[in-house]
C-alpha cells in the first residue's frame, strides 16, 4: 500500500511538472483576466474598507451605455446602471469578455516563451478564495444575525400567497423561521474560514460550492434578482478546485487518500511577512463584515427596535367627509387595514384587498404622520391619537378627502406564520 501510494505521488509530481499546452496557457490567461475585471469592476458596498467597483462605476457604466447605443442598438437615452441583473450589468459582462480577449492576445504574445503559470495560478487561487470568503462572511453574517431574511412586514403577512412575488414569497419563508435561516449563514460562514488558510482551502471550496449550487438554483427558481453574481461567485469556487480536481476524483469516486503534500500550484516559501500580511487581511474582512452587528447592537433582528407604531391595524371604523362607510367589499375607497413598514411607507389595503403605499415620516412630537404619495406626488397629513393597547384614531386629509379612522392593532405574533411552536411528532386528531 505504501509503496503505491508513493508511485502515485511520483506520478503526481511528475505530472505537475510538465508544460502546459498551449491552449491551458491562453485558457488561464483569458479566465485570470475576466475574474480580476470583474471582482474589480463589480460594485459591491463595504461598510469600511473602499468599494473599487464603485469608484471605478462612472468609467465602466459609460462604456456599457456606449455599448448598448452602439453595438446593441438601444436607445440613444439607453443608461442602465451596473446593478444586479440589469441589462447594464449583462453589457458590462460583454466588455469585459472583450477586454480580456484582447489583453489576453497581448499577453500571449509578450508572454510567449512561458511554459506553464503554475505560481500565477496559485495567487489568482489566493484572490479569488478571500474574495469569495468576503462575500459569504458577508451573506453569512446577514443570514446568522437575521439580517438579510427579516420577518416578514405586516402588509406581507395579509397579502395572499397567489398575490405574493415568487422573490417575496422566498424571502417571507426564510423570514420567518429563524433557526434554518442561522444554520444557512453559519454553513456560510464556515466556508468562508475554510477558504482563508491553505490547509482547508479545498474542504472549504467543496462546501462553498454546494453552498453556491443552492444560492444559484434558488435565485434562478424563485426569480431573486442576483443571478449574476451568484453564478459568479459559484464560478470562483468551481476556479478553486480545478486544480485539485484529479484528487478530489481519486478522493470521492476511487476512494483514494488524499495526498496532503501535493499542491498543484505550488505555494512560496513561508516568511513571517506573509503571515503578518495574512493576518491582517483577515481582520480587516472580519471587521468590515461584523461591524455593523457590533455598532448597532443588533445581533438579532427579529427583536430589533422598529418604527414607532410599526405594525398591523385593522379598521374598526371609517368615517369620509364625517359619513360612516359600512365595511363593504363594494365600496370604493373604504380602507381594509393599514399597514406601518419598517423603511418608512404606510401602506393601506382597500375593501377588495388591494395594497396602495405611501411614504412615510413619522413626527412623535407632533403625533403626526407625513405622507407621499409616489403615483401623485401629492403629500398628505394625517393626525394620530394613540386610545389603548396600541389602537389609535387617524384624522386628516387624503385625496381631497375628510377622513376619520379608528384602529385596532394586530397581534401578528398569533399569526399561524410567526408561532414558535416545535412538534416532534404530529398524532392523528391532535392539534
Not at 99 to 105: C, I, K, P
Request: hydrophobic fraction near 45%.
Amino acid at each position: 500500500m505504501m509503496v503505491e501510494l508513493e508511485v502515485s505521488r511520483g506520478r503526481s509530481n511528475r505530472s505537475g511538472d510538465r508544460n502546459w499546452p498551449v491552449v491551458q496557457r491562453i485558457g488561464f490567461r483569458f479566465v485570470a483576466l475576466f475574474a480580476l475585471l470583474f471582482m474589480l469592476t463589480l460594485p459591491f458596498p463595504h461598510h469600511f474598507l473602499p468599494d473599487m467597483g464603485e469608484l471605478l462605476r462612472p468609467i465602466f457604466e459609460a462604456l456599457a451605455s456606449w455599448t448598448g447605443r452602439n453595438v446593441f442598438g438601444r436607445g440613444e437615452g439607453f443608461f442602465s446602471p451596473l446593478l444586479s441583473d440589469t441589462t447594464g450589468l449583462y453589457i458590462h459582462l460583454f466588455n469585459l469578455s472583450i477586454f480580456s480577449m484582447v489583453f489576453t492576445g497581448i499577453w500571449s504574445v509578450v508572454d510567449r516563451n512561458r511554459k506553464d503559470y503554475r505560481r500565477a495560478l496559485y495567487w489568482l487561487i489566493v484572490i479569488a478564495s478571500y474574495y469569495l470568503a468576503f462575500q459569504l462572511l458577508d451573506y453569512g453574517f446577514n443570514k446568522v444575525f437575521k439580517w438579510q431574511f427579516y420577518l416578514p412586514e405586516p402588509n406581507t403577512l395579509f397579502t395572499t400567497v397567489g398575490e405574493t412575488p415568487r422573490d417575496l414569497l422566498y424571502w417571507s419563508t426564510m423570514g420567518a423561521s429563524r433557526p434554518y435561516t442561522m444554520f444557512a449563514g453559519i454553513v456560510e460562514v464556515v466556508a468562508a474560514l475554510l477558504l482563508l488558510f491553505r490547509r482547508t482551502r479545498t474542504f472549504g471550496a467543496v462546501v462553498a460550492c454546494g453552498v453556491m449550487l443552492n444560492v444559484v438554483a434558488i435565485n434562478f427558481g424563485f426569480d431573486i434578482s442576483v443571478k449574476v453574481h451568484s453564478t459568479f461567485l459559484l464560478s470562483l469556487s468551481l476556479l478553486i478546485l480545478v486544480p485539485e480536481f484529479p484528487r478530489l476524483v481519486n478522493f470521492f469516486f476511487r476512494l483514494d487518500r488524499l495526498d496532503r503534500g501535493h499542491h498543484s500550484s505550488p505555494a512560496p516559501p513561508p516568511s513571517p511577512l506573509r503571515t503578518i500580511l495574512q493576518a491582517l487581511v483577515i481582520s480587516l474582512i472580519l471587521f468590515d463584515t461584523l461591524s455593523p452587528y457590533v455598532l448597532s447592537g443588533n445581533f438579532n433582528d427579529d427583536v430589533a427596535p422598529r418604527l414607532p407604531l410599526h405594525g398591523a391595524y385593522e379598521v374598526v371604523e371609517f368615517k369620509k367627509n364625517a359619513e360612516i362607510i359600512p365595511p363593504l367589499t363594494t365600496v370604493e375607497g373604504r380602507w381594509r387595514r393599514l399597514f406601518v413598514h419598517r423603511r418608512g411607507y404606510m401602506i393601506v389595503q382597500g375593501m377588495d384587498d388591494k395594497m396602495k403605499d405611501y411614504a412615510l415620516q413619522v413626527d412623535v412630537g407632533a403625533k403626526r404622520f407625513l405622507l407621499n404619495d409616489p403615483r401623485s406626488g401629492e403629500n398628505s397629513t394625517l393626525d394620530y391619537e394613540a386610545i389603548d393597547q396600541g389602537n389609535m384614531i387617524v384624522r386628516g386629509r387624503v385625496s381631497g378627502d375628510s377622513i376619520e379612522v379608528k384602529l385596532r392593532k394586530i397581534d401578528l405574533r398569533s399569526l399561524p406564520l410567526l408561532q414558535s411552536e416545535f412538534h416532534w411528532s404530529i398524532d392523528p386528531g391532535s392539534e
